[in-house]
């Protein structure tokens, strides 16, 4: 007989679909960049400002929209910004110059800013303690998936449709997830109908509103815990803005392909981060499982990511072969993908009580390189007429990223009494 899949399962699914959905709103333009150069008449440097914009809000709007999502509960707050990153999303799609273009894209940042602190903290509520990392790992390589996806999918509705209608299109597809969302979550699993006791039993315990209304944010123990994580999110997501905002225009220019090849080379890239999310959870667990030590099975998954994607990285500053490369630069994209699902799980582990404050917290990091790091790649090619040159800053990074992973302690947690 096959078994049912469980409630919590069912939302997790949910919320996978929630970071396909998202990573391909937010990525959609790099496949359309050099179209809308084109068709706007802008330089590499505007282009990057119009891809740097996204991170503006979505970098300051992380801690505010984790602490929403705690205070508001995830249904309602997703429900929200889903519906505004959606619009902004179909509105890309009627830009006319760089001021249009850049005023869409932040408006995109705003609605996707508390996305991900809210959904952890929906994990953090449906998932047992010894699956963060797995659900951490699967809801991410959903957006590594839409990663993927992306180039293929929007390059066949470019060349069918034009660049305008990919924005659409999407648009219209992230209305739908919210539909969906609001129809099946509930924000205490006891609430939905379809839960029953002997999963619920499993779950961590919900707190009434009565008590969260009664758990301050301890701000300053909470800061201090998470900062490593942030900086580490910086070298991290410094690297990783490089492959989601610049990767196909740089296939497109650097070795001459036309959209169609450029997009599957891409993809092809891409998709290694959909492997490398999964397992970096998944082996995560399974060390902390075998040890019971938080902060081994976190720490070492840092250091093999980061490691591995400086290492794979090297060989863009050296060689000129599309083939080598894309391998190289998969391997590359593999191995930073590890960390993942680890950076988001950390929050989890020190503040499972305040989980939406502390990933946003967590992920400012992420933010903050999603403002520098499209609009210094561009400048630096435009500049140098170069494009190894950017990812000079990456491999340096990634390096401090390594040094760094070493001050972080999972199991220094934020226990109720400090809250």
Not at 320 to 325: A, E, G, M, Q, V
Not at 358 to 382: E, K, Q, W, Y
Not at 388 to 415: C, H, M, Q, R, Y
Request: hydrophobic letters at 50%.
């Amino acid at each position: 007989m096959k078994k049912k899949m469980s409630v919590s399962n069912k939302v997790l699914l949910i919320l996978c679909f929630m970071y396909f959905i998202t990573y391909i709103d937010r990525v959609n333009i790099s496949i359309a960049a050099p179209f809308m150069q084109d068709d706007l008449k802008l330089s590499a440097t505007q282009m990057g400002l119009i891809l740097s914009a996204f991170a503006y809000p979505y970098a300051f709007l992380q801690i505010f929209g984790g602490w929403a999502g705690d205070k508001l509960g995830p249904r309602k707050t997703l429900s929200i910004v889903s519906v505004i990153w959606a619009v902004t999303t179909a509105l890309t799609g009627a830009v006319t110059g760089v001021v249009s273009a850049v005023l869409a894209r932040v408006g995109l940042g705003i609605g996707e800013g508390a996305a991900f602190p809210t959904a952890t903290q929906a994990m953090s509520k449906w998932l047992p303690e010894d699956k963060r990392g797995f659900g951490q790992g699967i809801t991410h390589s959903f957006s590594r998936l839409g990663n993927a996806a992306s180039p293929p999918l929007i390059a066949f509705i470019i060349v069918a449709l034009g660049w305008r209608a990919s924005f659409y299109i999407m648009g219209a597809i992230s209305l739908l997830w919210t539909v969906a969302w609001l129809w099946y979550f509930r924000d205490n699993p006891k609430d939905h109908p379809k839960m029953t006791k002997e999963e619920l039993a499993t779950l961590p315990p919900h707190a009434t509103n009565e008590q969260k209304q009664k758990k301050s944010v301890p701000w300053k123990k909470l800061s201090k815990r998470i900062l490593p994580v942030t900086l580490v999110d910086f070298c991290y997501g410094w690297t990783l803005w490089v492959y989601l905002t610049w990767l196909p225009s740089f296939l497109f220019t650097s070795y001459g392909l036309d959209i169609k090849s450029s997009a599957l080379f891409a993809a092809g890239i891409l998709f290694a981060g959909v492997i490398g999310d999964t397992l970096g959870g998944v082996f995560s667990d399974s060390i902390y499982r075998k040890t019971n030590n938080i902060k081994l099975a976190r720490r070492v998954m840092l250091v093999i990511g980061l490691s591995g994607s400086f290492i794979f990285l090297l060989p863009t500053l050296f060689v000129h072969d599309l083939i080598f490369i894309a391998i190289s630069m998969s391997l590359a994209f593999f191995f930073l993908e590890l960390c993942n699902a680890v950076l988001w799980a950390i929050p989890m582990d020190i503040a499972p009580e305040h989980a939406g404050v502390a990933s946003g917290m967590m992920n400012t990091g992420f933010g903050i390189a999603g403002m520098l790091s499209p609009l210094l790649f561009g400048f630096l090619i435009d500049v140098t007429g170069n494009w190894e040159v950017p990812f000079i800053a990456s491999i340096v990074l990634l390096f401090i990223g390594i040094l760094v992973t070493f001050k972080i302690d999972p199991s220094n947690k934020i226990t109720s009494a400090e809250s």
